[in-house]
């Protein structure tokens, strides 16, 4: 079955580390997306990739970084320089076409900073 | 002013009853509409999208919009315990960028 998987599902880090979360996605979608939920802010747009090799900031890139190296990876960075980084993290990917434009996502990823 | 807004809730209703879930939106841009569904913890999960104004059905689910209004709404018919969960609207302007707007999702809740 085609989906997008996300790993680790749960994620625990110490103040001061880096860590990465995982994206894959076998929709053969062009584009992705990364979005952090927090309770009663609804999703927010880390960054997102149209296409490979090329991605642009969302609302609240600060502290994160991305990598775009194949069409079916998109991997997001929790650097140490993100505030307040303990949130819920969602990947997603769109088919890039006029027919029919929806978001499907993966089943996220929980950060918690100890 | 928010692009989309959507009340949080908690909505609580017993089973069997008709749900009406609500957004608002302020860009008249916007085309594509879709409704998820997310249960706790888990990721959200399409429900439905529609194209521009009207009506779609679903099984027990509607999507309803009206541009006129920039108001669009889901109705879920003989609401049951597993229809539970947090639902999300989200917006799309089919523009370059091809960005998408999200309410905050209301909380619903169908008691046995």
């Known amino acids: 079955d085609g989906g997008i998987t996300q790993s680790p599902k749960y994620l625990f880090r110490k103040e001061g580390q880096n860590v990465t979360l995982s994206c894959e996605q076998n929709?053969?979608?062009?584009?992705m997306y990364w979005y952090r939920q927090d309770p009663g802010q609804g999703l927010r747009l880390i960054y997102y990739?149209?296409?490979?090799?090329?991605?642009q900031k969302g609302d609240i890139a600060e502290g994160y970084s991305v990598s775009r190296e194949k069409k079916e990876s998109f991997p997001l960075t929790v650097t140490s320089a993100q505030k307040n980084p303990t949130a819920f993290y969602l990947c997603?990917?769109?088919?890039?076409?006029?027919?029919?434009?929806?978001?499907?996502f993966g089943a996220g990823s929980r950060l918690t900073v100890l | 002013q928010k692009e989309v807004e959507q009340d949080p809730g908690p909505l609580s209703v017993p089973e069997g009853a008709i749900v009406s879930l609500n957004c608002t939106y302020s860009?008249?841009?916007?085309?594509?509409f879709m409704w998820y569904r997310q249960y706790s913890r888990k990721g959200p999960e399409l429900l439905m999208y529609?194209?521009?104004?009207g009506n779609k059905e679903d099984g027990r689910f509607t999507a309803q919009v009206d541009k006129s209004s920039k108001y669009i709404s889901l109705f879920i018919r003989d609401s049951q315990p597993s229809d539970s969960a947090t639902y999300l609207c989200?917006?799309?302007?089919?523009?370059?960028?091809?960005?998408?707007?999200f309410g905050t999702g209301t909380s619903l809740t169908v008691i046995p």
């Open positions: 929709l053969n979608h062009d584009a």
């Open positions: 989200a917006m799309d302007r089919l523009a370059a960028g091809n960005q998408f707007y």
């Open positions: 990739s149209q296409i490979v090799n090329d991605f």
């Open positions: 997603a990917s769109s088919r890039f076409s006029a027919g029919a434009n929806v978001l499907t």
């Open positions: 529609t194209y521009s104004s």
């Open positions: 860009n008249s841009a916007f085309q594509y």
